[in-house]
């Protein structure tokens, strides 16, 4: 194991925060996509837990799984864009309305005017295609068109490249950076340091997350 590895594992890891303003995004490249490729919701109204679970089996690496699985039994705060290779499912995103102030979400405290965009994931072979580009942009598009008071956040960790690529990508915007102190492996206390010098400081202990 890396000392980077290491010291983001024990100490302290460095995430970047990014927001997303309609005015610098171009939708443009969905409508002109590979004719191959769908980009869809999963509707969760109609289709069941199992069908979920197959769905997401085709796409994400076997640790994230049960995570991504369990949401469904919080599907009023998720929502999940579906990449289809000739209707195979090749990528993912997804969407977490932000349900109240103080709502802590791997880490970081949110308040009820954000709506935060996970990490996108896109399966080895179909990686460089522009795939993981479009996913967000059609997460995006949804959230502006349904959200339009709140702002989308993403967190990427710093040694995250291709994400951070991904994000400057598809326009977003640095709004600052987040610090997570530990102790024993455990996030301790959560720093956030907003491009114009504000300080958010958050003592992680005093909160509950009810959301994975």
């Not at 289809?84 to 802590?104: A, E, K, M, S």
Request: hydrophobic fraction near 40%.
């Amino acid at each position: 194991m890396s000392l980077r590895r290491i010291i983001e594992n024990w100490v302290f890891k460095i995430r970047y925060v990014f927001y997303a303003d309609r005015e610098y995004i171009d939708f443009n490249d969905l409508e002109h996509k590979d004719e191959d490729l769908t980009i869809e919701f999963f509707d969760f109204n109609s289709k069941s837990k199992s069908e979920l679970k197959n769905t997401l089996n085709k796409i994400v690496p076997g640790y994230r799984l049960q995570r991504d699985i369990s949401r469904y039994d919080h599907k009023t705060h998720w929502e999940l864009v579906i990449a289809y290779w000739r209707d195979v499912p090749v990528g993912c995103n997804w969407i977490l309305n932000i349900p109240h102030d103080n709502f802590i979400f791997d880490s970081f405290i949110h308040d009820s005017g954000q709506v935060l965009l996970g990490s996108s994931f896109v399966v080895n072979e179909f990686r460089g295609r522009g795939i993981n580009k479009l996913i967000r942009k059609k997460a995006l598009k949804y959230v502006f068109e349904n959200y339009e008071n709140k702002l989308p956040v993403s967190i990427v960790e710093k040694s995250n490249i291709s994400s951070i690529k991904s994000n400057y990508g598809v326009g977003a915007k640095l709004y600052g950076r987040n610090y997570l102190i530990k102790l024993l492996k455990h996030n301790i206390f959560s720093v956030l340091i907003k491009k114009d010098k504000t300080i958010k400081f958050w003592f992680l202990l005093k909160y509950k997350q009810t959301l994975y």
